[in-house]
């Protein structure tokens, strides 16, 4: 019965860890700035389109339309009328062109702007992910060493009680137990600070989290 309990422990956390590829996978399209910079770079997309439009020759067209009250052998009571302009530009000095260029230079930024900064995020992702499996692992270290500490003080107080060890033994070994706390709790508000950055990096809280290695990439590509 106690290894079915163990199970059932073990599986929901295990369901509910995460990987490093997946937390970057779901930063990519949630975090905050991607989501921002893609859309600057979708209205500078549209500035590519509204200068191309420029070339096209504009058309202008217009109706009027008048009811008289009463009418005359030589007025209509109800008067139509329409009209249509077309204007053509023949030459404008290269100015819509450059217009153009400037939009698709500044598109082009853009995108660069976004690619650097989701290669960015990724870098800090994998970073944040292993300092938060580092200070897993310290955890780990300074618990066992705060038993190790807490035997060994009262093992050393039970000599001090029959006078088999000093006053300044135990202080020592209470001093030592004290940092050892100290430093636990340091590193518990440095995990959670982690975590939380970490969070907001992804757009998504951070709980429970796999061991991930990284796999050297065979091709790289500039950008």
Partial sequence: MKYIVLIWLVIPTLMNAQSLSELIDFALPNNKIVQSKLLT???????????????????DAGGFYQNLN?????MAGDVYSGY???????????RKQNIIEKNRALLNASKYGTLSYKKSLQLDIVNDFFNIQSAKETLKALANKKRQLKAELSRVKKFYEVGSATKDEVDKLQAALSNSIYQIDSVKFQLLSLKQILSIKIGKPVKNL?????IEPKNIQNF
């Fill in 41 to 59: 770079q979708n209205a500078k997309l549209k500035d590519v389109e509204s200068s191309k439009n420029a070339y096209y020759p504009t058309v």
């Fill in 70 to 74: 009463s009418r005359t052998p030589g």
């Fill in 84 to 94: 249509a302009k077309v204007g053509v530009d023949l030459y404008d000095g290269e």
């Fill in 210 to 214: 796999v061991n991930s290695t990284i």
